[in-house]
Protein backbone atom coordinates (compact mmCIF):
# COMPACT_ATOMS: atom_id res chain seq x y z
CA UNK A 1 0.00 0.00 0.00
CA UNK A 2 1.31 3.09 -0.99
CA UNK A 3 1.55 6.09 1.43
CA UNK A 4 -0.89 8.16 0.29
CA UNK A 5 -3.80 5.18 0.51
CA UNK A 6 -3.12 4.33 4.02
CA UNK A 7 -6.16 5.43 6.27
CA UNK A 8 -4.82 9.15 8.17
CA UNK A 9 -5.59 9.72 11.66
CA UNK A 10 -6.53 13.00 13.28
CA UNK A 11 -6.07 13.36 17.00
CA UNK A 12 -8.51 16.07 17.99
CA UNK A 13 -8.65 17.43 21.70
CA UNK A 14 -12.98 18.34 22.92
CA UNK A 15 -14.37 16.28 20.13
CA UNK A 16 -17.44 14.98 22.62
CA UNK A 17 -19.30 18.78 21.74
CA UNK A 18 -19.26 21.75 19.28
CA UNK A 19 -16.66 22.12 16.66
CA UNK A 20 -14.27 19.08 18.02
CA UNK A 21 -17.76 16.77 17.20
CA UNK A 22 -18.15 18.47 13.63
CA UNK A 23 -14.57 18.09 12.88
CA UNK A 24 -14.99 14.75 13.80
CA UNK A 25 -17.80 13.92 11.33
CA UNK A 26 -16.07 16.32 8.92
CA UNK A 27 -12.95 13.81 9.02
CA UNK A 28 -15.37 10.78 8.49
CA UNK A 29 -16.69 12.22 5.52
CA UNK A 30 -13.13 12.01 4.10
CA UNK A 31 -12.12 8.56 5.56
CA UNK A 32 -9.81 10.10 8.35
CA UNK A 33 -10.25 7.93 11.40
CA UNK A 34 -10.33 9.93 14.25
CA UNK A 35 -9.47 9.83 18.26
CA UNK A 36 -11.53 11.64 19.85
CA UNK A 37 -10.64 13.27 23.41
CA UNK A 38 -13.62 14.23 25.62
CA UNK A 39 -13.11 15.95 28.94
CA UNK A 40 -14.93 13.69 31.94
CA UNK A 41 -15.84 16.97 33.68
CA UNK A 42 -18.36 18.48 31.34
CA UNK A 43 -21.44 16.37 30.73
CA UNK A 44 -21.28 15.77 26.97
CA UNK A 45 -21.65 12.07 25.87
CA UNK A 46 -18.47 11.07 23.88
CA UNK A 47 -20.97 8.08 22.28
CA UNK A 48 -22.98 10.89 20.78
CA UNK A 49 -19.56 11.44 18.05
CA UNK A 50 -19.14 8.02 17.74
CA UNK A 51 -22.32 7.31 16.58
CA UNK A 52 -22.15 10.24 14.30
CA UNK A 53 -19.16 9.05 13.01
CA UNK A 54 -20.20 5.88 12.20
CA UNK A 55 -23.31 6.61 10.85
CA UNK A 56 -21.34 8.48 8.25
CA UNK A 57 -19.24 5.40 7.80
CA UNK A 58 -16.09 6.75 9.55
CA UNK A 59 -13.65 5.00 12.66
CA UNK A 60 -14.04 6.88 15.94
CA UNK A 61 -12.13 6.29 19.15
CA UNK A 62 -13.05 8.48 22.01
CA UNK A 63 -10.59 8.65 24.72
CA UNK A 64 -10.80 10.45 28.26
CA UNK A 65 -7.98 13.18 28.25
CA UNK A 66 -8.27 16.52 30.67
CA UNK A 67 -4.92 18.73 28.80
CA UNK A 68 -4.10 20.67 31.73
CA UNK A 69 -2.60 17.06 32.47
CA UNK A 70 0.58 16.08 30.48
CA UNK A 71 0.64 12.14 31.39
CA UNK A 72 -3.04 12.19 30.43
CA UNK A 73 -2.46 14.08 26.92
CA UNK A 74 0.76 11.97 26.15
CA UNK A 75 -1.41 8.35 27.04
CA UNK A 76 -4.22 10.02 24.60
CA UNK A 77 -1.61 10.25 22.13
CA UNK A 78 -0.41 6.34 22.34
CA UNK A 79 -3.82 5.64 22.54
CA UNK A 80 -3.80 6.74 18.78
CA UNK A 81 -0.14 4.86 18.19
CA UNK A 82 -1.85 1.63 19.62
CA UNK A 83 -5.10 2.12 17.44
CA UNK A 84 -4.13 3.23 14.38
CA UNK A 85 -0.59 3.11 14.52
CA UNK A 86 0.33 6.65 13.35
CA UNK A 87 -1.17 10.21 13.63
CA UNK A 88 -0.98 12.65 10.70
CA UNK A 89 -3.00 15.07 12.44
CA UNK A 90 -3.32 16.92 15.84
CA UNK A 91 -6.18 19.14 16.59
CA UNK A 92 -5.95 21.55 19.38
CA UNK A 93 -9.51 22.56 19.66
CA UNK A 94 -10.84 21.87 23.73
CA UNK A 95 -11.32 24.99 25.20
CA UNK A 96 -12.81 26.61 28.63
CA UNK A 97 -14.32 29.74 28.93
CA UNK A 98 -15.32 32.03 32.05
CA UNK A 99 -16.14 35.37 32.75
CA UNK A 100 -14.50 37.36 35.42
CA UNK A 101 -13.74 40.93 35.84
CA UNK A 102 -10.41 41.64 35.99
CA UNK A 103 -10.78 43.60 39.76
CA UNK A 104 -12.14 40.05 40.83
CA UNK A 105 -9.78 37.98 39.22
CA UNK A 106 -8.29 34.95 41.74
CA UNK A 107 -4.83 33.47 40.43
CA UNK A 108 -6.13 30.36 40.48
CA UNK A 109 -8.71 31.38 37.30
CA UNK A 110 -6.39 32.62 35.70
CA UNK A 111 -3.77 29.71 35.53
CA UNK A 112 -6.70 27.38 35.29
CA UNK A 113 -7.78 29.47 32.08
CA UNK A 114 -4.49 29.72 30.59
CA UNK A 115 -3.70 25.88 31.68
CA UNK A 116 -6.44 25.00 29.28
CA UNK A 117 -6.71 27.19 26.37
CA UNK A 118 -3.08 27.78 25.60
CA UNK A 119 -0.62 25.26 27.81
CA UNK A 120 -3.14 22.80 26.67
CA UNK A 121 -2.56 23.72 22.77
CA UNK A 122 1.38 22.98 23.56
CA UNK A 123 0.60 19.72 25.53
CA UNK A 124 -1.44 18.06 22.60
CA UNK A 125 1.13 19.46 20.37
CA UNK A 126 4.19 18.20 22.27
CA UNK A 127 2.89 14.38 22.45
CA UNK A 128 1.20 14.06 19.16
CA UNK A 129 5.04 16.00 17.46
CA UNK A 130 6.71 12.96 19.19
CA UNK A 131 4.96 10.42 16.91
CA UNK A 132 3.71 12.11 13.72
CA UNK A 133 4.51 10.99 10.10
CA UNK A 134 6.08 13.39 7.96
CA UNK A 135 3.67 15.90 5.88
CA UNK A 136 1.10 16.12 9.28
CA UNK A 137 -0.44 18.80 9.82
CA UNK A 138 -1.70 20.30 13.52
CA UNK A 139 -4.21 23.38 13.93
CA UNK A 140 -4.81 25.19 16.92
CA UNK A 141 -8.40 26.83 17.84
CA UNK A 142 -7.99 30.92 18.69
CA UNK A 143 -10.84 32.69 19.14
CA UNK A 144 -11.63 36.43 17.61
CA UNK A 145 -11.34 37.19 21.51
CA UNK A 146 -7.98 38.31 22.60
CA UNK A 147 -7.29 37.04 18.55
CA UNK A 148 -8.41 40.16 16.81
CA UNK A 149 -10.73 42.29 19.54
CA UNK A 150 -10.72 42.99 23.46
CA UNK A 151 -13.65 41.46 25.12
CA UNK A 152 -14.51 42.48 28.71
CA UNK A 153 -14.53 40.02 31.53
CA UNK A 154 -12.37 37.66 29.77
CA UNK A 155 -9.09 38.72 30.39
CA UNK A 156 -7.72 35.26 30.78
CA UNK A 157 -9.09 33.91 28.16
CA UNK A 158 -8.37 36.67 25.91
CA UNK A 159 -4.45 36.46 26.48
CA UNK A 160 -5.01 32.26 26.44
CA UNK A 161 -6.52 32.96 22.74
CA UNK A 162 -4.27 35.62 21.82
CA UNK A 163 -1.27 33.13 22.63
CA UNK A 164 -2.17 30.48 20.48
CA UNK A 165 -1.44 32.28 17.07
CA UNK A 166 1.98 32.74 18.37
CA UNK A 167 2.31 29.55 19.56
CA UNK A 168 1.42 27.82 16.21
CA UNK A 169 4.11 30.18 14.63
CA UNK A 170 6.89 29.21 16.53
CA UNK A 171 5.62 25.30 16.05
CA UNK A 172 5.59 25.37 12.20
CA UNK A 173 8.87 27.12 12.25
CA UNK A 174 10.79 24.12 14.18
CA UNK A 175 8.36 21.45 11.94
CA UNK A 176 8.75 22.71 9.06
CA UNK A 177 12.09 20.64 8.21
CA UNK A 178 9.95 17.43 8.98
CA UNK A 179 7.30 18.77 6.56
CA UNK A 180 5.16 19.03 9.04
CA UNK A 181 2.58 22.06 9.09
CA UNK A 182 1.05 23.81 11.57
CA UNK A 183 -1.53 26.90 11.34
CA UNK A 184 -4.49 28.39 13.89
CA UNK A 185 -8.06 29.39 13.08
CA UNK A 186 -9.68 32.08 14.87
CA UNK A 187 -13.84 32.03 14.87
CA UNK A 188 -15.72 34.59 15.08
CA UNK A 189 -19.45 33.57 16.92
CA UNK A 190 -20.44 30.15 16.41
CA UNK A 191 -23.05 27.96 18.04
CA UNK A 192 -21.83 25.79 20.08
CA UNK A 193 -22.07 25.00 24.28
CA UNK A 194 -19.88 27.41 25.13
CA UNK A 195 -21.35 30.43 23.20
CA UNK A 196 -24.90 28.83 24.31
CA UNK A 197 -23.80 29.39 27.89
CA UNK A 198 -25.48 32.82 29.06
CA UNK A 199 -23.46 33.34 32.02
CA UNK A 200 -19.65 32.80 30.79
CA UNK A 201 -20.73 33.79 27.39
CA UNK A 202 -23.28 35.78 24.93
CA UNK A 203 -26.12 32.82 25.29
CA UNK A 204 -28.96 32.36 23.00
CA UNK A 205 -30.41 35.65 22.95
CA UNK A 206 -27.07 37.82 22.51
CA UNK A 207 -26.36 35.19 19.84
CA UNK A 208 -29.45 36.39 18.19
CA UNK A 209 -29.06 39.86 19.00
CA UNK A 210 -25.22 39.87 17.76
CA UNK A 211 -25.94 38.21 14.65
CA UNK A 212 -27.74 41.41 13.32
CA UNK A 213 -24.04 43.12 13.21
CA UNK A 214 -22.50 40.50 11.36
CA UNK A 215 -22.41 41.56 7.85
CA UNK A 216 -23.34 37.47 7.17
CA UNK A 217 -26.11 38.57 9.47
CA UNK A 218 -25.95 35.05 11.55
CA UNK A 219 -23.71 33.04 13.65
CA UNK A 220 -21.58 30.51 12.19
CA UNK A 221 -21.77 26.60 12.33
CA UNK A 222 -19.50 24.72 13.78
CA UNK A 223 -19.57 22.64 10.60
CA UNK A 224 -18.09 25.51 9.23
CA UNK A 225 -14.67 25.86 11.38
CA UNK A 226 -14.84 21.93 10.81
CA UNK A 227 -13.93 22.20 7.13
CA UNK A 228 -11.95 25.02 7.59
CA UNK A 229 -9.65 23.18 10.20
CA UNK A 230 -10.01 20.31 7.83
CA UNK A 231 -9.05 22.14 4.39
CA UNK A 232 -5.80 23.38 6.61
CA UNK A 233 -4.99 19.99 7.19
CA UNK A 234 -5.12 19.02 3.92
CA UNK A 235 -2.91 18.83 0.89
CA UNK A 236 -4.79 21.51 -0.73
CA UNK A 237 -2.96 23.47 2.24
CA UNK A 238 0.39 21.59 1.99
CA UNK A 239 2.41 25.49 1.31
CA UNK A 240 0.15 27.40 4.21
CA UNK A 241 2.07 27.27 7.35
CA UNK A 242 2.34 29.66 10.47
CA UNK A 243 -0.94 31.07 9.55
CA UNK A 244 -3.94 32.02 11.26
CA UNK A 245 -7.06 32.32 9.07
CA UNK A 246 -10.16 34.54 10.62
CA UNK A 247 -13.85 33.05 10.10
CA UNK A 248 -16.18 35.05 11.30
CA UNK A 249 -19.13 35.99 8.46
CA UNK A 250 -16.93 39.53 7.92
CA UNK A 251 -17.25 40.72 11.76
CA UNK A 252 -13.83 41.64 12.12
CA UNK A 253 -13.63 43.49 8.20
CA UNK A 254 -16.93 45.43 9.02
CA UNK A 255 -16.80 49.19 8.82
CA UNK A 256 -17.59 50.26 12.50
CA UNK A 257 -21.09 52.43 12.80
P1 LIG B 1 -17.57 23.43 23.37
O1 LIG B 1 -17.73 23.84 24.78
O2 LIG B 1 -18.62 22.59 22.73
O3 LIG B 1 -16.18 22.67 23.17
C1 LIG B 1 -15.09 22.80 24.03
C2 LIG B 1 -14.66 21.38 24.41
O4 LIG B 1 -13.47 21.48 25.21
C3 LIG B 1 -15.72 20.65 25.23
O5 LIG B 1 -15.98 19.39 24.65
C4 LIG B 1 -15.08 20.51 26.59
O6 LIG B 1 -15.47 19.33 27.28
C5 LIG B 1 -13.59 20.51 26.24
N1 LIG B 1 -12.76 20.84 27.38
C6 LIG B 1 -12.94 21.82 28.30
N2 LIG B 1 -11.98 21.76 29.24
C7 LIG B 1 -11.17 20.72 28.90
C8 LIG B 1 -10.02 20.14 29.48
N3 LIG B 1 -9.48 20.62 30.61
N4 LIG B 1 -9.45 19.09 28.85
C9 LIG B 1 -9.98 18.60 27.71
N5 LIG B 1 -11.08 19.08 27.13
C10 LIG B 1 -11.66 20.13 27.72
O7 LIG B 1 -17.40 24.79 22.56
P2 LIG B 1 -16.75 25.08 21.13
O8 LIG B 1 -17.22 26.41 20.78
O9 LIG B 1 -16.94 23.96 20.19
O10 LIG B 1 -15.21 25.20 21.51
C11 LIG B 1 -14.17 24.64 20.71
C12 LIG B 1 -13.04 25.65 20.64
O11 LIG B 1 -13.46 26.78 19.89
C13 LIG B 1 -12.61 26.20 22.01
O12 LIG B 1 -11.20 26.28 22.06
C14 LIG B 1 -13.24 27.56 22.03
O13 LIG B 1 -12.60 28.43 22.91
C15 LIG B 1 -13.10 27.96 20.58
N6 LIG B 1 -13.93 29.06 20.11
C16 LIG B 1 -15.30 28.97 20.15
C17 LIG B 1 -16.06 30.03 19.67
C18 LIG B 1 -17.56 30.00 19.67
O14 LIG B 1 -18.20 31.05 19.38
N7 LIG B 1 -18.20 28.89 19.98
C19 LIG B 1 -15.43 31.18 19.17
C20 LIG B 1 -14.05 31.22 19.14
C21 LIG B 1 -13.31 30.15 19.61
Known sequence: MSESQRTKVALITGAASGIGQALALAYAQIGVAVVGGYFSGDPHDPRDTECLVSEAGGQCLMHPVDVRSA???????????????????????????RAAPLTEMRDEQ???????????????????????????????VSSIAGGVYGWENHTHYSAAKAGVPGLCRAVAMELAPRKIRCNAVIPGLIETPQSLDAVNSLGPEGLLEAARGIPLQRVGRPSEIATLI????????????????IADGGLTVRWPG
Not at 123 to 133: G, Y
Open 230 to 245: RFLTSEDASYITGQAI
Open 71 to 97: DQVDAFAAVALERFGRIDFAIANAGLL
Open 110 to 140: WFEMIDVDLSGVMRTFRAASRHMSEGGAMVA
